[in-house]
T-cell receptor
Framework: GEDVEQSLFLSVREGDSSVINCTYT??????LYWYKQEPGAGLQLLTY?????DMKQDQRLTVLLNKKDKHLSLRIADTQTGDSAIYFC???????????FGAGTQVVVTP | NAGVTQTPKFRILKIGQSMTLQCAQD?????MYWYRQDPGMGLKLIYY???????DKGEVPNGYNVSRSTTEDFPLRLELAAPSQTSVYFC???????????FGEGSRLTVL
């Protein structure tokens, strides 16, 4: 099974907040990431958090990390139609930069 | 800025054929990776390289080969294509410190 788990789908109304959740298994992960994939494109890094942090805010994005529960979340404030995409959670588990990805959460923003 | 460039973008192969997916990056990154993406399965690491002349297997290397003769290029070779290799392939590179990966646009391969 996946070492990184995410729900597969989220529907949200434009202007509301979106929260995407992720659980991971490797307690030695140093960095955790959120990537965004738009249709027909590669993945782009949205934000990342170092494992000694609990929270990181970057404009409309807020990342929360609960190391005890191995839980990572991404909150998108004031969700826009341009936020419709697949969002991947990933953990970095070694020094070679290899990432373990979740299956991705498809976010659909409705007017 | 080119970033990570993959070719071809689309390809249809017959079972048993071989081909090479090309990947080039112009950011002077030491680390390069090949992932495959299957629907609902996330990305799985096929092979990676930490520098010219050094490659290693990832999670799903069977049926693939790579080489890294230069810092810029990291081609992925498929020998004896099988339907199970139908997927979208992504090449990525990284400087290695924060682990941020820069992805190409992907190569969609269908094996019939």
């Amino acid at each position: 099974g996946e070492d990184v788990e995410q729900s597969l789908f989220l529907s949200v109304r434009e202007g509301d907040s979106s929260v995407i959740n992720c659980t991971y298994t490797d307690s030695s992960s140093t960095y955790l990431y959120w990537y965004k994939q738009e249709p027909g494109a590669g993945l782009q890094l949205l934000t990342y958090i170092f494992s000694n942090m609990d929270m990181k805010q970057d404009q409309r994005l807020t990342v929360l990390l609960n190391k005890k529960d191995k839980h990572l979340s991404l909150r998108i404030a004031d969700t826009q139609t341009g936020d419709s995409a697949i969002y991947f959670c990933a953990e970095r588990a070694d020094s070679w930069g290899k990432l373990q990805f979740g299956a991705g959460t498809q976010v659909v923003v409705t007017p | 800025n080119a970033g990570v460039t993959q070719t071809p973008k689309f390809r249809i192969l017959k079972i048993g054929q071989s081909m090479t997916l090309q990947c080039a990056q112009d950011m002077n990154h030491n680390y390069m990776y090949w992932y495959r993406q299957d629907p609902g399965m996330g990305l799985k690491l096929i092979y990676y390289s930490v520098g010219a002349g050094i490659t290693d297997k990832g999670e799903v290397p069977n049926g693939y080969n790579v080489s890294r003769s230069t810092t810029e290029d990291f081609p992925l070779r498929l020998e004896l294509a099988a339907p199970s290799q139908t997927s979208v392939y992504f090449c990525a590179s990284s400087q290695g410190n924060t682990g941020e990966l820069f992805f190409g646009e992907g190569s969609r391969l269908t094996v019939l």
